[in-house]
């Protein structure tokens, strides 16, 4: 088993920038892929971005593509994902998620098979 716990959430101005963390414990998650989502009361979940294995594979939806940059150390089983030019609209509940199913997932929500708890992220405009 493995677990994800997120940090990093707050609250920041519109224009500012945040850094979420994601740390997993339990077991490794070599050849894992992993992701962000993030779901905003009332609505769906929805994916923003995911990493390959090797980290040399990255996917952005489109509202985040060239604000937001996914990253992570494989050797510290740490996850992270750097927001900036942030708005109002990014105000959502971000999860950490990631996929014993294969090394490369993108963006299906069903192709992931761990979730964390989620952290809050509050942009004020």
């Known amino acids: 088993q493995v677990q994800l716990v997120e940090s990093g959430g707050g609250r920041v101005q519109a224009g500012g920038s945040l850094t979420l963390s994601c740390a997993a414990s339990?077991?490794?998650?070599?050849?894992?892929?992993m992701a962000w989502f993030r779901q905003i009361p009332g609505k769906e979940r929805e994916w923003v971005a995911s990493?390959?294995?090797?980290?040399?594979?990255?996917y952005y939806s489109n509202s985040a593509k060239g604000r937001f940059t996914i990253s992570r150390d494989n050797a510290k089983n740490t996850l992270e994902l750097r927001m900036n030019s942030l708005k109002p609209e990014d105000t959502a509940v971000y999860y950490c998620a990631g996929s014993s199913y294969s090394d490369d997932v993108g963006a299906p929500q069903s192709g992931y098979n761990y979730w964390g708890r989620g952290t809050q992220v509050t942009v004020s405009s």
């Open positions: 339990g077991r490794s998650f070599g050849g894992f892929s």
């Open positions: 990493i390959t294995w090797t980290g040399g594979t990255t």
